[in-house]
């Protein structure tokens, strides 16, 4: 399966201000996906990024808040701008794997005083 | 969409016992079924998966069933361990689709 480097691994932010969350894999892929764990939570997907294309938010997530780049197919970035303590959270990404699995990076876990 | 339900959100177990995780879903076009494990601090592992096309996969002490007339399907893991203490999520897609996951539980393996 791939390998995923996901960085930072946290940070904390001020309100206000815009992180940008990195996402390089070992391999190439077409689809990238971005996800959102709210604490104590589950996983909610934020968008779908494809190599070439806009990224395809999910219902209650739009572009303007989370911008997404994908300017080859083994980068990803997510920012999460204008930032709250609402968006406290943590931020996945993930690659298909090999017959429909999925892997999924270490996070980053984003607090936002 | 789909709607994936898990339950229970907590699990405790002793050391050598059974855990049974179980999940139900709605959408009877998903046909790919992941549990991840997810440890504190680390991102989703996935831990098996099982497709539409059988109906019970095992992998050492980690099996998973799938009932797909009553849409659940459920992990068993034998002879837990220390080390399997967890949030264990359930998740549900067609094919290479959007991951529909669980709420998660919450195991704790006592010594």
């Known amino acids: 399966s791939a390998v995923i480097s996901q960085k930072p691994s946290r940070d904390i932010c001020q309100r206000g201000t815009s992180l940008t969350i990195q996402c390089q894999v070992d391999?190439?892929?077409?689809?990238m996906f971005w996800y959102r764990q709210q604490p104590g939570q589950s996983l909610t997907l934020i968008a779908t990024?494809?190599?070439?294309?806009?990224?395809?938010?999910e219902s209650g997530f739009v572009i303007d808040k989370f911008p997404i780049s994908r300017p080859n197919l083994t980068f990803s970035t997510l920012t999460v701008s204008n930032m709250s303590p609402e968006d406290s959270s943590i931020y996945l990404c993930?690659?298909?794997?090999?017959?429909?699995?999925?892997?999924f990076g270490s996070g980053t876990r984003l607090t936002v005083v | 969409g789909e709607n994936v339900e898990q339950h229970p959100s907590t699990l405790s177990v002793q050391e050598g016992d059974s855990a049974v995780i179980k999940c139900t879903y709605s959408d009877s076009a998903s046909n790919y079924f992941p549990w991840y494990k997810q440890e504190l601090g680390k991102g989703p592992q996935l831990i098996i998966d099982i497709r539409s096309n059988v109906g019970e996969k095992k992998d050492q002490r980690i099996a998973v069933t799938l009932n797909k007339t009553a849409k659940h399907f459920s992990l068993h893991i034998t002879e837990t361990q220390p080390e399997d203490s967890a949030v264990y999520f359930c998740?549900?897609?067609?094919?290479?689709?959007?991951?529909?996951f669980g709420a998660g539980t919450q195991v704790v393996v006592t010594p």
């Open positions: 993930s690659v298909p794997g090999l017959s429909y699995g999925y892997t």
């Open positions: 391999s190439q892929v077409t689809m």
């Open positions: 998740a549900a897609s067609e094919g290479w689709g959007k991951l529909q």
């Open positions: 990024a494809n190599q070439g294309s806009e990224a395809t938010y």
